[in-house]
């Protein structure tokens, strides 16, 4: 069975619950095709309302995620499992990412460009709507037009990554690219 830690053990400044993140994460890495050797590592801020999240490392699997992340956005300071989900599935899809081979020439996440993140990100939410999750399809595809234009050919891109299976990140690039083109 997966591995999951997380800090901090006891939280002060929200009403998150450790005991249960942890159970979502390890359900979650079931359904996800995460190796049961896995070992996962959890940093929560607490502190932050903010909802930042960042892989930091991909062997021991560690993520970074600021407490707003996990926050039901109508009762703050309050845990969301959806919430959750969202998060933890996103950072572990790409942590799977990149230690997969078609992932091997991905760039480091501050290397990405916005298009790019932007582009990984529609890959990994579209596969976790397929398993079940919320994807927030509107919310992803306006972000994807900030960054790719508002034109079909944009459109068209978003459909190709939201709908996705087994893309490589020569893919992921290739599509994220074909759609900026179109503006530049």
Partial sequence: MVE???SPAKFEM????????????????????????ASIEIEVD?????????VESVSPMRFHVEGGAFEDTRRPREQSD??????MGRL???????MSEGFADAPGDDELTLAEAVA???????RLVGLGGRGQRKRRLYQFRNRHGFTNTSDEAFEMLWAGKDLTWADV???SNGAKAVVN
């Fill in 4 to 6: 999951v830690a997380m």
């Fill in 14 to 37: 929200v009403n998150f619950d450790h005991d249960g993140i942890v159970a979502l994460v390890v359900q979650l890495a079931s359904e996800l095709g995460v190796s049961d050797d």
């Fill in 46 to 54: 607490e502190a932050s309302p903010l909802m930042r999240i960042r």
């Fill in 82 to 87: 959806d919430n959750v989900r969202d998060a």
């Fill in 92 to 98: 572990l899809l790409k942590a799977t990412d990149r």
């Fill in 120 to 126: 990984w990100e529609v890959y990994s939410v579209g």
């Fill in 173 to 175: 690039s290739r599509i």
